[in-house]
């Protein structure tokens, strides 16, 4: 039986879950051996993990000896692009919900104090309710899923749902809903997941490795459930969704100067690359921008390489994005086809270690934009066929990590503000859903489903977790408004 786990540690996979063993011969390494436990060990190891790490047990949130969220969030700022740091703070001290869409390290830190189960899957590492929404997938579909993979990392799967189901707690909070409400509603995310995951349980792999939440058939689901009203407003949103590609950003990004297609300056957030350094230096860094994309396209799939080889670079610019992300260095690529109407917009995104790497093992990867690429394919039922990863020397001498994508592939999420609780409500279910899809594919289903079991244990445990994390959450964003009152840290708001 594996060893029990203790908090502020993951527990090893156990040992009749599914692991690779390598040997040595003659000083040569020989092929890694694949063990295959059957169904029957998968689940008594999901029902050991239950006896060592009992269900009631995820409701547990540790106060005492905690770290300071300031500090935490300090010490992120030291890699970032320091005149973008200010900007981060003022979208963070928005709202208590703003405050824990940027506050993932500070998450972390508390998740590694927590009961680990041990069963390990590819997590998101940030599958806060933001961070799920619709986007294009290959053949043109919409679909939802998780679509945001910066802090991926293995380790237990439950510190994702605990993310997921806190982010409801908070959001739920902020939109004024009951606790009784709330309740409700972290209720049917985690029962989402667990109901899923016991449904992923009994499929084959290839079933598993295929399945996508369409959202023609998530619409059908709930059709009975809007009225009129809403079924346009639902209809609208995917409507603009689908729209949302790059010759959409060509004419919202861009202005025409001599007949040619060029970046917007809209500093501090969109600023082109010559207003940021200088002519000579521009020249310099599209150099660098130049055998980046030329690397890049190493690390896709050929034939989408062949597609890409038939753009040509146009012009760079460093955009700013999201809330935990803003200072992190990321840039839009303009590129162009045929001609000016055949645009395609890529965005480089700088990958720095997952907030989650100080608590777990080692996820093994020199190049973390690798990291992130190969967490995306191996969790997303769909992905981007740009998805890449490279590394690249900056201005400043120093080598960083991105991963690239398109900018806009048909993506669209909720207007968190908006939402009912009914709404919120259906939100949650199936972002549990999602999220068990992504777990599925990538750790040991039949024990997760084992130990989650089919009472609705682990549901009120969750329950309790992000209630709890929530009330904490409104002190720490409080205390980030008390730094940017007495000038601890700057704070830019409303940019």
Known sequence: MARSAKPGRVAPKPDTASRVTASRANGRRRPAKIEHPSRGERADAGKAARVRVPLDSHAGFVTAGRSDPIELLESQAGTRVAELVPIRYGRMVASPFAFYRGGALVMAADLAQTPSSGLQVQLCGDAHMSNFGVYASAERRLVFDINDFDETHPGPFEWDVKRLAASLAVAGRDNGF??????????????????????????????????????????????????????????????????????????????????????????????????????????????????????????????????LE?????????????????????????????????????????????????????????????????????????SDIFLGWQRIEGPDGVDRDFYLRQLRDGKGSVVVEEMVPDGMGFYGRICGQALARAHAR???????????????????????????????????????????????VIAQTGI
């Open 178 to 307: 009951s606790a009784k409400k709330r309740r409700k509603i972290v209720l049917a995310a985690a029962a989402g997941y667990r109901t899923s995951m016991i449904e992923f349980a009994g499929q084959g792999n290839l079933s598993v490795w295929y399945s996508h939440a369409n959202m023609d058939d998530l619409l059908s689901q709930i059709g009975d459930q809007l009225d009129a009203k809403r079924k346009a407003r639902t209809q609208a949103a995917l409507d603009k969704a689908q729209s949302r590609d790059s010759l959409q950003a060509l004419a919202k990004l861009t202005t025409m100067v001599d007949g040619r297609a060029r970046i917007l300056s809209q500093p501090p957030l969109l600023v082109p690359v010559e207003e940021l350094w200088g002519e000579e230096q521009a020249k310099a860094a599209y150099e660098r921008l130049r055998i980046l994309t030329r690397s890049y396209r190493r690390t896709l799939q050929w034939d989408r390489r062949h597609l």
């Open 310 to 382: 038939q753009f040509k670079l146009v012009q760079v610019a460093r955009k700013v994005v999201g809330v935990g992300s803003v200072g992190t260095r990321a840039w839009i690529l303009l590129f162009e086809g045929l001609d000016g109407g055949d645009p395609l917009f890529l965005q480089a995104k700088e990958a720095q270690a997952s907030v989650l790497s100080g608590f777990v093992k080692s996820s093994g990867y020199k190049n973390q934009g690798e990291r992130v690429v190969n967490g995306q394919h191996l969790m997303q039922a769909s």
């Open 442 to 488: 990538s750790g040991d289903r039949v024990a997760i489903a084992a130990y989650l079991g089919k009472s609705d244990r682990f549901d009120n445990a969750i329950a309790d977790f992000a209630e709890t994390c929530a009330e904490q959450n409104v002190r720490d964003h409080a205390a980030l408004a008390d730094a940017a009152a007495t000038g601890r």
